[in-house]
């Protein structure tokens, strides 16, 4: 176990907990996030501000969708008392009452269908995911967008909608095995709902290949902005981070057992038509199945070099902060336009950070101080460490607050001090 001095962060996590500032950005992310979170009181505020309590996000889903899905009693009472509509339909014709059903919240499910809530979907709980006819789908004049873990991404019309269908290479499709641990991890993810998250869409029914389909995201991954417009100012890199650390602990705190991404990379974070950013393509990601919460005994190697933890690259057990250390590398890149040592080759740089704690350098005209000291927590050499995503989300919005407030207090925002 590690001393309270070599992990400074753990004795401020108290005090951040006590402390914590919740900003309130642009939509309804705020809202969301603490009905989600079952978080009354952060609901009671937003609604008091004046926030509507059917305000949705890009994707159409309300705080009565979050609050359902995760099992909010409290907030989904709440809601309906504050006039939510019980029937609101997401963009996958999925009501509050569909999601309680999938999720098995059967109090909420009563609750809702006291109110009149119905469910156009139907879904059979035991069996949650979907398969799309194949004949559904466009496939002859479907347009490559990528190339993934396990195969080609298309972008492809289904029912007359832009989707990305995402192929798994016949040598994996084949074996059985490998076969079968992708349909369950893509059963898992039909079952994510979060406004940072990739909507899963469902698979397809083909004869010969395994092919399952996602929302589509015209707007590209993370990396492709990166390489058009190079670093981000402050408040944006700061934002995005924000989008990202809330994906990435809607997926932690997942239960019964959290789910770890295992290759977090700019690659696998897309831009929506909002402006936010969401995390995509668990094919790599396994549900931790260890009673002890703190210590996942999974193989490692698996993952991109340049953004590997180093507990993974050395091949020991390791558990959700593999994530935080990754998601490090990507705000470091934020602020810095690009991934840093780029001629040098990306198992090298892995291997560095795995026996010489090498890191990333933080140029301080580039980096806000709480930045810095935020990436030196998250890459710190010991799991142990390294911050929850509950508590970096936390201290992004106290930064952002910050940040905000000396934007609206500068006499003038065109000059530039040399």
Known sequence: MASMDECGSQTRSAQSKNEQIMVDLEGPYRLLYCSGKGDKDGVIEEIEKGVSPNLADYDKRTALHLASCEGCVDIVELL???????????????????????FRHEEICKLLEEKGGTDPVRRDSLN??????????????????????????YLVKWRGTDVAAKTIRSSVASNPRV???FLKELALWQRLRHPNIVQFLGVLKHPD????????LCNGSLADILKKRGRFDPPTAVAYALDIARGMNYLHEHKPHPII????????????????????DFGLSKIAQEKDSSNYKMTGGTGSY????????????????????SFALIVHEMFQGG??????GAEEIADRRAYEDSRPPLTSFLYPEEIKQLLRECWHKNPECRPSFEEIITKLEM??????????????CNCTIL
């Not at 290949?209 to 589509?216: A, G, H, S, V």
């Not at 991404?261 to 995509?280: F, I, M, Y």
């Not at 993974?312 to 994530?323: A, L």
Request: aromatic share 8%; net charge negative.
């Open 80 to 102: 309906l008392e504050k006039g939510a509509d019980v029937n609101s339909v997401d963009r996958w014709g999925h009501t509050p009452l569909s999601d309680a059903r999938s």
């Open 179 to 181: 076969r079968n641990t």
């Open 306 to 325: 340049r953004y590997m933890a180093p507990e993974v690259y050395r091949r020991e057990s390791y558990g959700k902060n593999v994530d935080v250390f």
């Open 261 to 280: 991404h295992r290759d977090l990379t700019p690659s696998n974070v897309l831009l929506d038509e909002a402006g936010h950013l969401k995390v995509t």
């Open 399 to 412: 930064i952002l607050e910050k940040i905000q407030k000396n934007k609206a207090s500068s006499p003038c």
């Open 339 to 344: 991934p840093s040592q780029r001629t040098v």
């Open 128 to 153: 949650p995911w979907c398969e799309i006819d194949h004949t559904e789908v466009d496939m002859v004049d479907w347009t490559l967008i990528g190339e993934g873990a396990y195969g080609e991404v």
């Open 209 to 216: 290949r395994l092919i399952f389909l996602t929302e589509y």
